[in-house]
């Protein structure tokens, strides 16, 4: 199994990126999840996508601005973020496993979430 994320990039506070994630090597259902990583900060989980397209949402500072989709026909798993703030400038993960449905938020330690995929990341940089 391999995880490709890309799309990162510099913005000004209150725009938008898309970031992608391309997955090879799943062979049967999987959920697909967005980490990221600030500078001296843990990594966090922020929202995943399960197999039938449901969204479980870990991180509340997301909601409403970050949406998750996927594209089961070219494997891709797309991060949207609108409403950018400073405090969103990290590093951000794609990670995946073969769980049919989101691990649940309060089951699994937070930089994980069960996850043992893991693709490099791509910076996200929003000046305010």
């Known amino acids: 199994v391999q995880l490709q994320a890309s799309g990162g990039g510099f913005v000004q506070a209150g725009g938008s990126l898309r970031l992608s994630c391309v997955a090879s090597g799943f062979n049967v259902d999987y959920s697909i999840a967005w980490f990221r990583q600030a500078s001296g900060k843990e990594r966090e989980g922020l929202l995943c996508?399960?197999?039938?397209?449901?969204?479980?949402y870990y991180e509340d500072s997301v909601k409403g601005r970050f949406t998750i989709s996927r594209d089961n026909a070219k494997n891709t798993v797309y991060l949207q973020m609108n409403g950018l703030k400073p405090e969103d400038t990290a590093v951000y993960y794609c990670?995946?496993?073969?769980?049919?449905?989101?691990?649940?938020?309060?089951?699994?330690?937070?930089?994980?979430?069960?996850?043992?995929?893991w693709g490099k990341g791509t910076q996200v940089t929003v000046s305010s």
């Open positions: 996508i399960s197999t039938k397209g449901l969204t479980e």
């Open positions: 990670a995946g496993d073969y769980f049919a449905d989101c691990p649940s938020g309060t089951l699994w330690p937070k930089s994980t979430y069960g996850m043992d995929y």
